[in-house]
């Protein structure tokens, strides 16, 4: 995507406003968000302001920022951007796929708009944590937005669920995107 719209950063701004179009936000904000420096920040958010994507407004001695959903192509660029986060989710499942011997793995929380404990669920065994941790920086970081994950080894995940363990029977019982289910636990709850 930083290809097409010509630096990551903005991609990360874009991605932002484009998830929460009715929400405003201040420099520093987005800067803490992306982890990009403020002059970056302040840069892309002029160029997105000049081609129209931006409104900005002062208040309370700050410049706030948000999404113009007036934007003649502003349907056609947020439908861009959900292809390309399906796309990129794809690509995260077969990296997690290959670093993992996965038995579950559940998108819940930002992935469905529900409020979850975690956005990822990865169950399984064989794993490195601080690769996981990579990887899933990586894809955090084109978001411009932090994805909140949990791994668990295989007998750790059976035994809690066995002892009926809150944090698991939330992610269980609410709306999720099943990816891998070789436990059979699928029927459990919703299933998006």
């Known amino acids: 995507m930083e290809q097409l ?14 998830r929460n179009p009715e929400k405003t936000y201040f420099v520093r904000e987005l800067s803490r968000m992306t982890g990009d420096f403020i002059n970056s920040i302040r ?3 002029q160029i997105l302001q000049a081609f129209g994507l931006l409104v900005s407004f002062h208040k309370d001695g700050k410049r706030y920022y948000q999404a ?6 502003f349907e056609e660029i947020t ?3 959900s292809k390309a986060e399906i796309f990129l989710e794809n690509q995260l499942i077969d990296e997690l796929k290959s670093l993992v011997s996965v038995v579950y793995l559940v998108f819940s929380g930002v992935f469905t708009g529900i409020d979850s404990p975690t956005d990822i669920l990865i169950v399984g065994t064989g794993f490195d944590p601080k690769v996981i941790a990579q990887a899933l920086a990586r894809f955090s ?3 411009g937005r932090e ?10 995940f059976t035994y ?4 009926t363990d809150e944090f698991i029977f939330n992610v ?13 636990i699928s029927t459990v709850g919703v299933k998006s």
Do not use: C
């Open 68 to 73: 113009n959903q007036d934007f003649f192509l």
């Open 79 to 81: 439908a861009l951007f």
């Open 141 to 143: 970081g084109f978001l």
């Open 160 to 163: 809690r669920q066995s002892i």
């Open 172 to 184: 269980l019982l609410n709306k999720k995107i099943v990816v891998v289910d070789k436990l059979g």
């Open 147 to 156: 994805i909140r994950y949990t791994l668990m080894e295989t007998e750790e």
């Open 43 to 45: 840069r892309e958010l």
């Open 5 to 18: 719209f010509g630096s990551r950063t903005r991609v990360k701004i874009l991605n932002i406003f484009l």
